[in-house]
Nanobody, 116 residues
Framework: QVQLVESGGGLVQPGGSLRLSCAAS????????MGWYRQAPGKQRELVAH???????NYADSVKGRFTISRNNAKSTVYLQMNSLKPEDTAVYYC??????????WGQGTQVTVSS
């Protein structure tokens, strides 16, 4: 089993920045892909960004140029640097990890609210 613990959410004004962190623990061998998803009220969960063990990245079009995902494999931690935040970025952000061919793990979620 893998446990994912997120931190770094909060309230920020439009145009501001936040950095989310997600630390993996437990049986972490074989984790390949790590990423961030988000779910706004009344909407489906959507991919924000993910990163491979080798550092390859993929971003949702809505966050390209504003968000940066990074990963520290030695610490089994993934980060999401969010800049130029907009009200529409408001959501619960979930960390995700993929292990092997078909094991998916989720964090408990952290709230990000962008409001003046």
């Amino acid at each position: 089993q893998v446990q994912l613990v997120e931190s770094g959410g909060g309230l920020v004004q439009p145009g501001g920045s936040l950095r989310l962190s997600c630390a993996a623990s437990g049986s972490i061998f074989g984790i390949s892909l790590m990423g961030w998803y988000r779910q706004a009220p009344g909407k489906q969960r959507e991919l924000v960004a993910h990163i491979t063990y080798g550092g390859g990245t993929n971003y949702a079009d809505s966050v390209k140029g504003r968000f940066t995902i990074s990963r520290n494999n030695a610490k089994s931690t993934v980060y999401l640097q969010m800049n130029s935040l907009k009200p529409e970025d408001t959501a619960v952000y979930y960390c995700n990890a993929v292990q092997g061919p078909n094991k998916y793990y989720w964090g408990q979620g952290t709230q990000v609210t962008v409001s003046s």
